[in-house]
């Protein structure tokens, strides 16, 4: 089955305002991890990732955390904007094989 | 840089049918993956290539699926014969040998009648 798994299905968010997107992992052996955006057909973007010897990671309106010893992890966007509406994975990583979560449709309100 | 690019974009068959997908990966990446996803699920890895060699294929329905890499560079991936369970989008992705990180191409939705 499924090693990593996203705590909601879909995510509906106002224009402006921060999202969280939430990702539980079972295999504590993993020591990498995405998130990827996968907009209405198109194949997943990377987004952002971060190593087990890390617990926060920031790029351009993101951020993910990693909190290893409840093994979860969260992505967040900050000022959620129109183009930000796709679907989420996250993923992690063992002997660069990737194992994908169900994803979390995030839908931006106007 | 150019990304992964894949084709056809869409194809519609009948179970029983044979299909094709064709997957040309980011240059110099040595690595190359084939990625089944299910409509509401996330990507399933099939096949990982490093160069021209199969290094898992253990997710790989072998009876129907198959795949190659002759040359290292792009790929193909076949379906004989295709049940309706196979609709899906298949995408493709490439890494640099050694990274973790994949980019993906854009897919193939493949519809299954």
């Known amino acids: 089955g499924e090693s990593v798994g996203l705590h909601l299905p879909t995510l509906s968010v106002q224009e402006g305002d921060n999202s969280i997107i939430n990702c539980a992992y079972s295999?504590?052996?993993?020591?990498?991890f995405i998130w990827y955006k996968q907009e209405s057909g198109k194949g997943p973007q990377f987004i952002i990732d971060?190593?087990?010897?890390?617990d926060k990671r920031q790029g351009q309106r993101v951020t993910v955390l990693l909190n290893k010893t409840v093994k979860h992890l969260s992505l967040q966007i900050a000022a959620t904007q129109p183009g930000d509406s796709a679907v989420y994975f996250c993923?992690?990583?063992?002997?660069?094989?990737?194992?994908f979560g169900a994803g979390t449709t995030v839908t931006v309100r106007a | 840089e150019a990304g992964v690019a894949q084709s056809p974009r869409y194809k519609i068959i009948e179970k029983r049918q044979s299909v094709a997908f064709w997957c040309n990966p980011i240059?110099?990446?040595?690595?190359l993956y084939w990625y089944q996803q299910i409509l509401g699920q996330g990507p399933k890895l099939l096949i990982q290539?490093?160069?021209?060699?199969?290094?898992?294929d253990s997710q790989l329905p072998k009876d129907r699926f198959s795949a190659e890499r002759l040359k290292g560079v792009d790929s193909t991936l076949k379906i004989q014969p295709a049940k309706l369970e196979d609709s899906a989008v298949y995408l493709c992705?490439?890494?640099?040998?050694?990274?973790?990180?994949?980019?993906f191409g854009p897919g193939t939705r493949l519809l299954v009648l």
């Open positions: 992705a490439s890494s640099v040998t050694g990274q973790e990180t994949q980019y």
């Open positions: 295999n504590s052996a993993s020591d990498y």
């Open positions: 971060i190593r087990s010897n890390m």
């Open positions: 993923a992690e990583n063992i002997d660069y094989k990737l194992s």
């Open positions: 240059s110099g990446h040595a690595t």
């Open positions: 290539f490093q160069n021209n060699g199969v290094v898992d």
